[in-house]
Every structure is written in structure tokens, then in C-alpha cells.
T-cell receptor, first 114, second 114 residues
């Protein structure tokens, strides 16, 4: 089956660092994505990992271990505007089936406090 | 426009009514995806198109759901005989190619079925 797990909620302090974990079990794998979604808005792309290791992009970094089915999103120097839901998603790729669609976790709601 | 647009942004329907939700993808984007997002959940895949061809509709929850993209650009998701469990945000996303790193999401249509 397809299963993506991430914590439901997290709280952190402005200026701090927070790590949001994601574990996945999917029938196929063609990349792992992180999206940010503010309430009532569209998800926006943050990062993409297809090989093991760390990808850094400004204040945001994402890590992938394919053997462990594990990823995390690291947010540094937290700002109030980082309060949002963070969605972990795996791009499925199954022979004879759909290719390219994303399988999302339920999202982690991050609250940044002053 | 620069991004994916969807209309209407909000739709209230009485149970049993038919609704049509429109998506205008980014010009030139080959792939188009529809997702359904229930409150507090991550988006769930419904269907995708490559140009005008609907290559996967495995996520459509019932035969009341129908999607089309006749000219390979604008897409319409139609729901017949709406039911309360259809209440959700319907997100459209487009990407330049099937396995592009990024899917660009529209703002969604919030459907409420009374």
C-alpha cells in the first residue's frame, strides 16, 4: 500500500531551527517533494530529492534516505511567516500505472511563536 | 497569467446538483493533475492528463466524477449528483512535462455540498 507519515502539528520559536520528519512506504518511488501550504492557499513547491543526501536552498534544507524510506525538512532562522502546513509527497512510478502524480502525507501544521 | 488559475474559487451546491470546476494551467504545460483535499488532510490524486489524453483516472472516487481536457489546455472537472462527502477543495496542478521536478498548483475551488 501507499503510506506517508508525518507529525500532525509542531510548534517552534521565531529564530529557531525545526526539523519535520517524513517516512514513506510506497509501491514506487520517483522523487520526494516538500510543499508549503498556508491556510486557504495553494501548495507551493519547496524542495525535491531523488538521490540520497541533503539539498540546501536558503533557509530550507531537505534530506532523503531511500533505504530507510525517510526524509526531513529543516527550516532555519524561523520567521512568523513560516507558520503553515508542510506537505511531504512521493512521486509514484508504477509500471503500467500512473507516472508523475504525487502521493501526499496529511501535512504537518507548524506554528511559529514569537 | 503567470500561474494556474481555477474558477470558481468557491461553490456551494445542493445535494444532487451537478457542478463543473475549471482549471487554466500555465501556458505550454503538458501535464495537468487534479487533486482533492479534504479539511486537515493532504491532497489526494484524482486524475491526470498529458495534453488532451487522460492517461490515469484511477483516483476518481466514483463514476459521478468526470474530467476532460479537450484541446490540451483548459480542463474541467465535473461532478454529477453531488453528495455531502464531495465537499472538499479541488486543486489543479500543471507541470511542463510528466516528470518535471515541480507541479504548480492553482488556488483551488472550495466545494461545499449542503
Amino acid at each position: 500500500g501507499q503510506n506517508i507519515d508525518q507529525p500532525t502539528e509542531m510548534t517552534a520559536t521565531e529564530g529557531a531551527i525545526v526539523q519535520i520528519n517524513c517516512t514513506y512506504q510506497t509501491s514506487g518511488f520517483n522523487g520526494l517533494f516538500w510543499y508549503q501550504q498556508h491556510a486557504g492557499e495553494a501548495p507551493t513547491f519547496l524542495s525535491y530529492n531523488v538521490l540520497d543526501g541533503l539539498e540546501e536552498k536558503g533557509r530550507f534544507s531537505s534530506f532523503l534516505s531511500r533505504s530507510k524510506g525517510y526524509s526531513y525538512l529543516l527550516l532555519k532562522e524561523l520567521q512568523m511567516k513560516d507558520s503553515a502546513s508542510y506537505l511531504c509527497a512521493v512521486r509514484d512510478q508504477r509500471y503500467g500505472g500512473s507516472q508523475g502524480n504525487l502521493i501526499f502525507g496529511k501535512g504537518t501544521k507548524l506554528s511559529v511563536k514569537p | 497569467g503567470a500561474g494556474v488559475s481555477q474558477s470558481p474559487r468557491y461553490k456551494v451546491a445542493k445535494r444532487g446538483q451537478d457542478v463543473a470546476l475549471r482549471c487554466d494551467p500555465i501556458s505550454g504545460h503538458v501535464s495537468l493533475f487534479w487533486y482533492q483535499q479534504a479539511l486537515g488532510q493532504g491532497p489526494e490524486f484524482l486524475t491526470y492528463f498529458q495534453n488532451e489524453a487522460q492517461l490515469d483516472k484511477s483516483g476518481l472516487p466514483s463514476d459521478r466524477f468526470f474530467a476532460e481536457r479537450p484541446e490540451g489546455s483548459v480542463s474541467t472537472l465535473k461532478i454529477q449528483r453531488t453528495q455531502q462527502e464531495d465537499s472538499a477543495v479541488y486543486l489543479c496542478a500543471s507541470s511542463l512535462a510528466l516528470n518535471s521536478h515541480e507541479q504548480f498548483f492553482g488556488p483551488g475551488t472550495r466545494l461545499t455540498v449542503l
